[in-house]
């Protein structure tokens, strides 16, 4: 609700400006103000150049807010940044559209008559519906660009998280059992032109347990030496060490400085000393125990180490170096029937990928402990290959079933496997584009009624110039100019309020609260592509949108506007 508002802010701050900038320059075409209007431009322009570069090197120097901590002071400053900066360009386009009217009127005669009539004196009624007119094709361009550059860095977080945290091409079979062989198919793979990296995997599903709580989970057995060369694991790490899973006999006495766990609010929680155990010189005589029971209590028992998600930590309320059990369906016979496979982990590492799903359900141990745990000796579940384009790698998918070179395993790449989200990602954001366009073709609606006026207020006019010779194609064509080029105001104007707005938002940053939605800022992607796309889908309606009224100056009479002269 807070980003809401912030964003809510930042667009009618910046609306504000633009109207107050367009009504300027409509005063300067039509009242005769330009020295005036010239000279305030100049001063705010100054103002807010020199407003915006303080505020942004306020910004640069703000600390760096972690987890769930939000200021207010640290929002409107950059929120005081962006709009700033957005006001600053539009003043810079409104000083140079003169300067483009004047460099239109020096073109062909149909340009030459639609810039004039641009800014020529009109009646109060029509200036204020040109002024909207040119207001309703900016907000609408404004508007399309931000929502596609906010869905479009979406997509672009999804999918980076994705590539992170999964391989770009999965080897398993249909039923997802174990396989054995696994690593002369790594080998081959390996050998793949394309291919960076391979690992084997060994994965299954079982419940795990703390003292507290329990949750189902995936469990997934990863080669140490070749995991961190497929998937971010490693990187993703933010409290333990990825080295506690290759010697989980160093768990059992963590440092007093250890970092093993991080609060809601980014703090971070150490380790502390260890308590004196009993039987110690510290303790009365009176507790004191056994020499071999004292010699158990104080060294905690080996036990394998886990790493967990964060969201996952948080469910079993468990931090680094505490144990956990892993209770799997797929047990041992035993007299009563098939028993649970049960054992004890201890926590090595709380990763964080920023997907919740990952977080919330995934664990990795080691290879040899997984194949042990699921009783699978010298066999593996899947495995994953990293490829040097993500992009590419349905190109090399059948390099890769080519060396695996056996019929029970199936090759499949990223793309394949989260097809459905990728789909259902690209269908709304097609479909978020087509319902914006019709804030475009609301908005050239009054394009349409700007030149029908102006066609019956220039009737006279229209009629002089084709008693002087002016073709009815000559007259279509400098009315369709004239809605152009007030379409293409607007759309220049909306198309800058986009971009610096998204800009602004990319670079300073809109913090949101990762609690409610897992991002700790609003992802934005400022593509060039897109914000074209946008301009000439705009440019397009306004184009069709002159049609009409130009063809109804074309076909004016001279006798029917000098009838009454």
Same mark, same amino acid.
Request: hydrophobic share 50%; glycine share 12%; with cysteine.
């Given at each position: 609700m807070l980003a809401l508002k912030?964003?809510?802010?930042?667009?009618?701050? %910046?609306?504000?400006?633009?109207? =107050?900038l367009l009504i300027l320059a409509r005063a300067r075409v039509t009242y005769g103000l330009g020295r005036y209007v010239r000279t305030a431009a100049l001063v705010s322009g100054a103002l807010l150049g020199c407003s915006f570069a303080g505020l942004t090197m306020w910004t640069l120097r703000l600390p760096v807010l972690r987890g769930s901590m939000w200021s207010l002071k640290d929002t409107l400053v950059k929120s005081g940044a962006i709009v700033s900066g957005v006001l600053f360009l539009l003043t810079l386009l409104t000083a140079l559209l003169p300067w483009v009217l004047d460099r239109l009127e020096g073109r062909s005669f149909e340009s030459f008559v639609s810039a004039r009539h641009v800014r020529s004196q009109k009646s109060g009624f029509l200036t204020v519906? #040109? &002024?909207?007119?040119?207001?309703? &094709?900016?907000?609408?361009?404004?508007?399309?660009?931000?929502?596609?550059? &906010?869905?479009?860095?979406? #997509?672009?977080?999804?999918?980076?998280?994705?590539?992170?945290?999964?391989?770009?091409? =999965?080897?398993?079979?249909?039923?997802?059992a174990a396989w054995s062989g696994g690593d002369d198919v790594v080998a081959r793979v390996r050998a793949v032109p394309g291919v960076t990296a391979a690992t084997p995997v060994v994965s299954g599903e079982v419940m795990i347990s703390s003292p507290s709580n329990?949750?189902? =989970?995936?469990?997934?057995?990863?080669?140490?030496?070749?995991?961190?060369?497929?998937?971010d694991l490693v990187k993703n790490i933010e409290v333990g060490s990825f080295a506690y899973l290759e010697d989980p006999d160093r768990l059992r006495h963590l440092p007093a400085d250890e970092v093993i766990g991080i609060g809601p609010g980014g703090e971070r929680y150490m380790k502390g000393n260890d308590l004196p155990p009993l039987g110690s010189d510290d303790v009365d005589p009176l507790l004191r125990i056994d020499p071999l029971v004292k010699e158990v209590t104080s060294n905690p028992p080996l036990r394998p180490g886990l790493i967990v998600g964060r969201e996952l930590a948080k469910t079993l309320h468990v931090y680094v170096g505490d144990e956990v059990t892993l209770v799997s369906p797929l047990g041992d016979p035993g007299p009563m029937g098939l028993m649970p496979r049960t054992r004890k982990f201890r926590i090595s590492a709380i990763f964080f990928s920023g997907m919740y799903e990952y977080d919330a359900s995934h664990v990795y141990v080691l290879l040899d402990v997984a194949q042990d745990y699921f009783s699978e000796p010298n066999k593996i579940s899947a495995i994953d290959v990293k490829v040097d384009e993500a992009e590419h790698a349905a190109r090399l998918t059948p390099l890769v079933a080519a060396a695996v070179g056996r019929t029970d395993l199936r090759v499949r790449d990223w793309r394949e496997i989260n097809k459905n989200l990728f789909g259902a990602l690209t269908l709304e954001r097609f479909a978020t584009f087509i319902i914006l366009s019709v804030l475009t073709i609301v908005a050239?609606?009054?394009?349409?009624? %700007?030149?029908?006026?102006? &066609? %019956?207020?220039?009737?006279?006019?229209?009629?002089?110039?084709?008693?002087?010779?002016? #073709?009815?194609?000559?007259i279509l064509r400098t009315f369709m100019a004239e809605g152009i080029i007030i379409g293409a105001i607007g759309t220049v104007f909306g198309i800058a309020w986009g971009l610096a707005m998204c800009a602004g938002l990319a670079w300073f940053g809109l913090r949101l609260d990762p609690d409610v939605y897992y991002i700790d800022r609003l992802p934005i992607n400022v593509s060039v592509g897109d914000f074209l796309i946008v301009a000439v889908s705009a440019m397009t309606i306004c184009t069709l949108a002159t049609i009409y009224p130009a063809h109804a100056a074309s076909k004016l009479r001279p006798v029917d506007g000098l009838r009454y002269e």
């Open positions: 912030t964003v809510h802010l930042v667009l009618g701050a %910046t609306f504000v400006g633009l109207g =107050v519906i #040109s &002024v909207l007119s040119i207001c309703g &094709v900016a907000v609408s361009a404004c508007a399309q660009s931000s929502v596609v550059s &906010v869905m479009g860095g979406f #997509s672009q977080d999804l999918r980076r998280k994705i590539l992170g945290n999964n391989a770009h091409i =999965v080897i398993d079979t249909e039923s997802q329990l949750a189902g =989970v995936i469990v997934r057995g990863v080669d140490p030496a070749s995991i961190g060369g497929v998937i050239s609606f009054c394009i349409i009624c %700007t030149l029908l006026l102006m &066609v %019956t207020e220039k009737g006279k006019e229209i009629a002089i110039l084709k008693a002087l010779g002016a #073709s009815d194609g000559a």
